[in-house]
């Protein structure tokens, strides 16, 4: 379902007050960041998040093409390790 318009997008205030910071200090630190709900504005555009997926933070440099999405389709939380029925394809 889609948020409805007048709203605005979601984002976590606390996300907000990191970005300004890094933005103020000028370094390109990776902003741990725990809200994979939240959604990429157009001033995160260039800055690194390290995206929790439920073990590690996942690096996401932000991009222009990136604004509008949110920071979870970008940090998969499950590994995909093969069907079990491959394992005659890899011997031949």
């Known amino acids: 379902m889609v948020r409805s318009v007048w ?3 979601f984002v976590e205030g606390s996300l ?3 970005a300004d910071a890094a933005r103020a200090s000028g370094r ?3 902003i741990k960041i725990w809200s994979r709900r939240s ?3 157009p001033q995160f555009v260039g800055l690194v998040f ?3 997926n439920g ?3 996942v690096p996401v440099s932000v991009n ?3 604004v509008g999405h949110k920071f979870g389709e970008f940090s998969p939380t499950r590994t995909f390790h093969g069907h079990s029925g491959d394992k005659r394809a890899k011997k031949a």
Do not use: A, F
């Open 55 to 57: 073990q590690k933070h």
């Open 16 to 18: 907000l007050k990191k």
């Open 28 to 30: 390109h630190d990776v």
């Open 64 to 66: 222009e093409e990136m």
């Open 39 to 41: 959604t990429i504005l």
């Open 50 to 52: 390290g995206v929790y």
């Open 7 to 9: 709203k605005g997008p």
